[in-house]
C-alpha cells in the first residue's frame, strides 16, 4: 500500500467535498509528478469498497500499464478494456479510450469515469464517453488543462481543483532542482503558419533541422552532462531518428522510438534508459506525456512549439526524484522558455484557459556573458558576475549559434516581471515605440502597434 502526501490528502478531500455538495464533473490540476495516479487511484479504491463500479480511461499502452502497476499497489483488482485484453466482469476497469468508445453500448454505466490526461478530453473520441455515461461522476487528472491554442476545458467541467504548484514540490523536495540553459534570443518562427494551436509540423521541421541558432545537443551533453540520461523531444519521427544517430556517431548510446515502434520495443528502451545501458532517448510527441522515467537527468527541447501545455509537459518529464540526483539539466536549444517562462512559474490556470486569457507579454533584452554564460539585461555592457567585459556587435541570430545560457530563474522572474511593469506604463504608440527601439526590437512600430491594438481589445 502507498502513503499519500499530505498535499494528496487534501486534494482528495476537497474532491470528495465537492461531489458530496451535487458537483459531478471535475479537474484535477497538478503538476507532473506530483502522484496524480496515486491520487485518483486512492479515489478509485475507497469507491470500489462502496461498491462502485469506475472506469479509468487513458489513451496510451504506457499509461495504461502505469495505472495498473498503481492499481496493484494499492491491492484493486481491475480489468483492461484494450485490444490486448480480454472483457472481464471487474468493478474497476482500465480503458483504452479507442477501446472504450467501440465497446460503449455493450458496458453497464459506470458510477465514476476518470480521465487521465484530461487535457485531451475534447477530442471526439473522448466526448462520446461523456455523452454516453450522462449519469456518471467525472474526475479529469492533468497537469496542464487547456489545449495548444490555450482553449479551456469549462464545457467538460465545473469545478477545478488545484493541486500544489511546482515551485512548492521543488521547495519540499518532492520534485527535482533544475538548472535551464537557454540560447540568447528566440528562433526565427516568421512566416511559420499555425494549425490546432501550434506551428505547422513540415515547415517547422524544415526550420528546425535548417537552423543554425537551434544549437549542438551533441556538444552540449558531452561538456555538461556526459554519462548523464537524457530524452531529446524533437519535431518529427525524422528530426528524432537524425538526433538519435548524431549521438551514436558521438560515441553515445542513444535510440529513438515513435508511434509505429512496437509496445515491447518502446517499454525496453525506456528499461534501458533507466538502467543506464542507454543515455539518449530521442522522440517526438511520444514521451511528451505519460512518460514516467524518474532516473532521467537531463532535457534537450529541440522542438519551438506555441503550446505552454507541451513545454511544461516536456519540462515535466524530467523534474521527477529519484535516488543519486540532485538536479536536472533543462536545454532549451528551442527558446521555449523565452515565449512561455520557466517550468516553475506560477500560473493562473483555469477552466476558461490559461495561455488563451492572459496578454502577450516580452520579456527584456537580455545578453549571454562569453566567459561564464550568465544572461543579464542587454543595456549593461559588464557582466555582473565575472565582470567580463562585452564587445558591442550587431544584432544577428546566428551570432551565437550553438550556445546556450545558463538561466538564474530569480532573475528571470524579476526581469519579466520590470518588462512588464515597463510595458504597462507606456500609455501611446509613441511611447511604445520608443521602448521597442529601447529593447532593440527589429521592427519596434510593428511590435507597438500589435501591443497597442491588443489592449483596445481587452
Sequence with gaps: MLTLRGYQEEAIARLRSNYQQGVRSQLLVSPTGSGKTVMFTAM???????????????????LLDQIGDTL??????????????????HAVQVASVFSLVKRLDTMEAPDLIVFDEAHHCKANTWRRIFEKAANARFLGVTATPELPGGQGLADLFDVMVLGPTPAELIRQGSLSRYELFR??????????????????????????????????????????CPDKRALAFCVSVKHAEEVAKAFRDGG?????????????????????????????????????????????EAAFLLRPTASLALYLQQCGRTLRVNEGKDRTLIFDHAGNSHKHGLPDDDRDWSLDGYAAKRAKQDTVAI????????????????C???????PVKDRQLDIQAGMLAKVDP?????????????QGSTKTMEQLIALGRQRGYAHPQAWAYHVYTARKGR
Excluded at 496493484?72 to 466482469?89: H, L, N, Q, Y
Excluded at 539518449?280 to 511528451?288: K, P
Aim: hydrophobic residues 35%; proline residues 6%; charged residues 25%.
Design 252 to 296: 553515445i548510446a542513444a535510440t529513438s522510438i515513435d508511434g509505429t515502434t512496437a509496445p515491447e520495443i518502446r517499454k525496453q528502451a525506456v528499461k534501458d534508459l533507466a538502467s543506464g545501458e542507454l543515455k539518449v532517448l530521442t522522440s517526438c510527441d511520444l514521451i511528451s506525456e505519460g512518460f514516467d522515467c524518474p532516473a532521467v
Design 410 to 422: 530569480e532573475q528571470a522572474r524579476v526581469e519579466a516581471k520590470q518588462a512588464r511593469r515597463q
Design 367 to 382: 545578453r549571454t556573458c562569453k566567459s561564464c554564460y550568465a544572461i543579464f539585461r542587454a543595456p549593461m555592457i559588464a
Design 384 to 390: 555582473p558576475y565575472c565582470h567580463t567585459v562585452m
Design 183 to 224: 540560447p540568447p534570443s528566440n528562433l526565427n518562427l516568421k512566416g511559420l503558419v499555425k494549425r490546432g494551436g501550434d506551428w505547422a509540423i513540415k515547415d517547422l521541421d524544415e526550420r528546425v533541422r535548417g537552423s543554425t541558432i537551434m544549437g549542438d545537443a551533441l556538444s552540449h551533453y558531452q561538456t555538461h
Design 44 to 62: 478509485t479504491q475507497s469507491a470500489m469498497k462502496r461498491n462502485k463500479r469506475i472506469w479509468i480511461c487513458a489513451h496510451r499502452v504506457e
Design 72 to 89: 496493484g499497489a494499492f491491492d484493486v483488482p481491475f480489468g483492461e478494456i484494450s485490444p490486448r485484453a480480454p472483457a472481464t466482469k
